[in-house]
């Protein structure tokens, strides 16, 4: 990943999202990994782009010693997924300091422990952009892609980033069978652009719950492939400190979507 300082974007993107028809073949490695750069270099919200800044400069105590990557950071996990996650932002200490989704704060700690558990991670921690995590099978996203203050995107710099993701979800439709959505800000925001990459939205759209699925049929035809949907509350430490969401329950949604997925996971022996 990219280890420029922070607030050194490409200059070829400041100001919007251009050149998405441009990335290549559907599912080709390299047009994943082009989209994951050109989302790293994206400056089209003021307001976002001056917070992950601010935070990079000034830093929390804890990390004072350390660069921050502080940029939008892009998804994570293998071109041919068959399983996607999909949060809400990055966190101002976590994502936006790492480089990487859900690494380095305790949302992320919950997420990869749960993911190692079942076998569907090389390590149950996620510290560092560069300290060997692999994810079987699964990627991991959000609709948006900067820290936001408060944790809080608006709706218009929801909007604004989708188009990132509607080209993620197209990048990986070949493989992609099972989608989980942590909350239901990420649930709203995730319905058009599963809609914009080529699937069916029933009408009324489905209402987020923890333990929702629904089908998403390809507005193309049965044959281009169809993907379920999950719903599971967000690994926050609100939801998580409460037991709102336990790990038990994390793993039994993990569980159930990678099946969906065709993935292969292991009895949680902890």
Same mark, same amino acid.
């Given at each position: 990943?990219? #280890? +420029?300082?922070?607030? #050194? #974007?490409?200059?070829?993107? /400041?100001?919007?999202?251009? @050149?998405?028809?441009?990335?290549? %073949?559907?599912?080709?490695?390299?047009?994943?990994?082009?989209? $994951? &750069?050109?989302?790293?270099?994206?400056?089209?919200?003021?307001?976002?782009?001056?917070?992950?800044?601010?935070?990079?400069?000034?830093?929390?105590?804890?990390?004072?010693?350390?660069?921050?990557?502080?940029?939008?950071?892009?998804?994570?996990?293998?071109?041919?997924? +068959?399983?996607l996650i999909v949060g809400l932002a990055p966190a101002a200490h976590g994502g936006n300091r790492t480089g990487r989704m859900f690494t380095g704060d305790r949302s992320g700690d919950v997420l990869y422990a749960a993911l190692h558990d079942v076998g569907l991670a090389s390590r149950g921690t996620s510290v560092s952009a560069d300290d060997g995590l692999e994810l079987y099978g699964v990627r991991v996203t959000s609709?948006?892609?900067? &820290?936001?203050?408060?944790?809080?995107?608006?709706?218009?710099?929801? $909007?604004?980033?989708?188009?990132?993701?509607?080209?993620?979800?197209?990048?990986?439709?070949?493989?992609?069978?099972?989608?989980?959505?942590?909350?239901? !800000? @990420? *649930?709203?925001?995730?319905?058009?652009? !599963? %809609?914009?990459?080529? *699937?069916? =939205?029933?009408?009324?759209?489905? =209402? !987020? %719950?923890?333990?929702?699925? /629904? +089908?998403?049929?390809?507005?193309?035809?049965?044959?281009?492939? #169809? =993907?379920?949907?999950?719903?599971?509350?967000?690994? +926050?430490?609100?939801?998580?400190?409460?037991?709102?969401?336990?790990?038990?329950?994390?793993?039994? /949604?993990?569980?159930?979507?990678?099946?969906?997925?065709?993935?292969?996971?292991?009895?949680?022996?902890?």
């Amino acid at each position: 990943m990219d #280890s +420029s300082p922070a607030g #050194s #974007s490409d200059p070829g993107i /400041v100001g919007g999202l251009g @050149g998405l028809d441009g990335l290549g %073949a559907l599912g080709d490695l390299d047009a994943l990994t082009d989209l $994951d &750069a050109r989302i790293a270099g994206c400056r089209a919200c003021p307001r976002l782009v001056a917070w992950r800044e601010e935070v990079a400069r000034t830093r929390r105590a804890a990390f004072a010693d350390q660069t921050y990557w502080g940029r939008p950071v892009p998804g994570y996990g293998p071109a041919d997924a +068959s399983l996607l996650i999909v949060g809400l932002a990055p966190a101002a200490h976590g994502g936006n300091r790492t480089g990487r989704m859900f690494t380095g704060d305790r949302s992320g700690d919950v997420l990869y422990a749960a993911l190692h558990d079942v076998g569907l991670a090389s390590r149950g921690t996620s510290v560092s952009a560069d300290d060997g995590l692999e994810l079987y099978g699964v990627r991991v996203t959000s609709p948006v892609h900067c &820290a936001p203050p408060a944790n809080k995107p608006t709706p218009g710099e929801r $909007d604004t980033c989708r188009p990132w993701l509607v080209r993620e979800l197209e990048l990986l439709r070949p493989t992609l069978r099972a989608v989980i959505v942590l909350g239901a !800000f @990420g *649930w709203q925001a995730a319905m058009p652009a !599963f %809609a914009a990459a080529g *699937w069916t =939205v029933p009408r009324p759209r489905p =209402v !987020f %719950a923890h333990g929702a699925r /629904v +089908s998403l049929g390809a507005q193309d035809g049965p044959a281009a492939g #169809s =993907v379920e949907l999950f719903g599971c509350f967000h690994v +926050s430490q609100r939801n998580t400190f409460t037991g709102r969401l336990t790990p038990a329950m994390l793993r039994d /949604v993990l569980r159930t979507a990678a099946g969906a997925a065709g993935l292969t996971t292991r009895p949680y022996d902890g």
